[in-house]
């Protein structure tokens, strides 16, 4: 495309989950916007969650509680019990609302909703490139060029770029993958010989999810730092929230201190530490502000492992499956820190440092797939988009390199703390403000803002006071 650009009131670049809300709370609200939905992949509505293609991918939220808008958290559950097909392709019938669904199911759910926008909306467009630079011009309008050709010109602009793969331990080696979720990856981990995966996160245990099934010939090995996976949820009634929005923890000492606390409170009155965790939901954000940065880093460094893996939890499915390969003798779960990684011919030796031992230890493999989670430290992308809108201080890595600088509205800031006119965001690029900006209940209350701010704008515009 060349020439005359398109014209949009908005563009926003992803249509992962996040991207795709925004549209649709955009739509939802009857104005006529024109709004362009880029994507650089073949789907929009799915992102990378959500299109995965294996059914054995699960939520990791409860079915009812999974609606995409925070004003109907049931939402999902209801669409899904009224959708059967979705569910009967997967093998299963009408769900239980504590059920975790396949997340491919999920992304239909996206789709529907995006569909129904463009009914709403005729004048959405859903667009297909992969944005590499977005310049604001004198006119108060933002010039969109894509990689492949599309030239647009927009009044708001919203990223939504999801998260970017882990930092590489090796460059180019046919031995190491990185994106876990590409088919071909998932393909080659199946193939006769060892591997390992490294982290053991939610996205390990997917790959384990998928590997049960495909991988015939092989060992596979996990190995991480401290052999941390996620927690299991259990049904547990709720508890009332201990904390008060007046008097938080300002040292994570504290906070560690009064959450221990509630949680030997509930073993002693017979329950358990999960509603303690799940009722600080509403808090995160406000603990978080409300630590110093020298503290934001003692949580960092001290307490994250922990937190992550208790807030973060899977569902019961998925943790035995790690339990069923390990008991099948298939799969071995190391700690410990890579010290070397030496390739061999069509191998590759890994030298790690055991936690709390003295001798380093081998590991022979085929191939190594990272799980270590996203590369949030801007300055290290590669991405040619976010590259540019940091030489040309449009945004601003946040100080503890955990994504980039907003307001609490999510309007993107630069180096200097000034708001981007109209450039917004959502997503975990918010993390280092928020803490908590991952799951679908912080991000569809994210969307529904972004949108808000849009559609507010556009009123002023139109309507001046
Ligand atoms: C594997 C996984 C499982 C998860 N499971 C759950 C769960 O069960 N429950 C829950 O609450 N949360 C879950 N989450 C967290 C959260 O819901 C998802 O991360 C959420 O989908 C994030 O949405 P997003 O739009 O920010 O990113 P994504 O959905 O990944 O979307 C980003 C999109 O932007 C596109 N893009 C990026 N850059 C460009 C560009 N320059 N130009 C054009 N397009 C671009 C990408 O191709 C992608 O489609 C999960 C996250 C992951 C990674």
């Excluded at 004003?71 to 669409?79: A, C, S, V």
């Excluded at 939610?202 to 010939?217: G, I, N, Q, W, Y």
Aim: hydrophobic share 35%; proline share 6%.
């Amino acid at each position: 495309m060349s020439g005359e650009k398109q014209k949009y009131d908005v563009a926003i670049i992803g249509a992962g989950f996040c991207g795709t809300l925004v549209a649709v709370n955009l739509a939802m609200s009857g104005i006529p916007l024109r709004v362009a939905l880029i994507e650089r992949n073949r789907v929009h509505g799915r992102g990378l969650a959500y299109g995965t293609g294996d059914y054995k991918h699960l939520l990791n939220v409860r079915a009812d509680q999974m609606g995409a808008f925070p004003w109907d958290i049931g939402h999902f559950y209801r669409w899904v019990t009224a959708n059967a097909a979705s569910l009967t392709a997967a093998n299963l019938g009408k769900p239980d609302p504590g059920a975790y669904l396949p997340r491919r199911v999920y992304g239909e759910y996206i789709q529907a909703l995006l569909k129904e926008s463009l009914r709403q909306n005729p004048r959405m467009e859903l667009l297909h490139d992969q944005v590499v630079r977005v310049v604001p011009n004198a006119g108060g309008v933002y010039f969109i060029t894509g990689k492949n050709g599309l030239e647009a010109a927009a009044k708001s602009v919203v990223l939504a770029p999801g998260n970017f793969p882990p930092a590489a331990q090796a460059q180019n080696a046919p031995w190491y993958k990185n994106d876990a979720y590409s088919p071909d990856t998932l393909r080659e981990l199946a193939e006769p010989g060892d591997v390992l995966i490294i982290g053991s996160g939610l996205t390990s245990l997917d790959v384990l999810a998928t590997l049960e099934h495909t991988k015939k010939d092989g060992h596979i090995h996990v190995l991480s730092r401290r052999g941390l996976f996620p927690q299991v949820h259990q049904k547990h009634a709720a508890s009332a929230p201990f904390l008060d929005a007046n008097h938080l923890p300002a040292t994570t000492r504290e906070l560690v201190r009064q959450v221990r606390g509630q949680i030997r409170q509930a073993e002693e009155q017979g329950t358990d530490w999960r509603p303690v965790i799940d009722s600080m939901r509403p808090f995160h954000a406000l603990i978080w502000r409300n630590l110093p940065r020298n503290e934001q880093r003692r949580f960092l460094r001290h307490v994250q492992g922990l937190w992550d893996t208790h807030r973060h939890r899977c569902a019961p499915e998925i943790m035995q499956v790690k339990a069923r390969l390990e008991q099948e003798g298939r799969l071995t779960c190391h700690q410990g820190r890579i010290q070397n990684l030496n390739p061999e011919s069509g191998a590759v030796e890994i030298i790690y440092q055991p936690r709390r031992l003295m001798q380093p230890r081998k590991i022979r493999v085929s191939k190594i797939l990272n799980c270590t989670g996203p590369q949030s430290n801007y300055q290290k992308l590669g991405d040619p988009l976010i590259r540019q809108l940091l030489a040309d201080d449009l945004l601003a890595p946040d100080p503890l390199n955990m994504g980039i600088c907003t307001d609490h509205q999510g309007t993107v800031q630069n180096a200097r703390g000034l708001a981007i006119p109209r450039l917004y965001t959502l997503g975990s690029n918010r993390r280092g403000g928020l803490y908590e900006s991952i799951a679908v209940p912080e991000l569809r209350a994210q969307a529904a803002e972004v949108a808000r701010q849009i559609l507010s704008h556009h009123q002023y515009e139109t309507h001046p006071t």
